[in-house]
């Protein structure tokens, strides 16, 4: 079977790597599905407070949150 939808996420977790640009705790979230029209694409960044473990906790969070609130959406 096909799958209907699919997420990918990438950021800066830390201690290190980060800039004024792109600083750490900065994550980007994007969600591909199937919609009633077609395939919707969402994408979303946040900048997370917190340690390393902190950040990728509410990456996770925040990755299922936003794959239910889109498609609850439809």
């Known amino acids: 079977a096909k799958?209907?939808?699919a997420a990918a996420v990438t950021g800066?977790?830390?201690p290190g790597g980060g800039s004024t640009?792109?600083?750490v705790g900065t994550v980007c979230f994007?969600?591909?599905y199937t919609g009633l029209s077609g395939v919707k694409i969402?994408?979303?960044q946040l900048v997370?407070?917190?340690s390393r473990d902190e950040v990728r906790e509410k990456t996770?969070?925040?990755t299922f949150s936003f794959i239910l609130k889109e498609l609850?959406?439809?």
Do not use: R
Request: with cysteine; net charge negative.
């Open 60 to 62: 996770v969070s925040h």
């Open 42 to 44: 969402a994408s979303d």
């Open 48 to 50: 997370f407070t917190g």
């Open 72 to 74: 609850y959406s439809l």
């Open 3 to 5: 799958p209907a939808c």
């Open 12 to 14: 800066l977790a830390g």
């Open 21 to 23: 640009v792109c600083p």
């Open 30 to 32: 994007a969600l591909a």
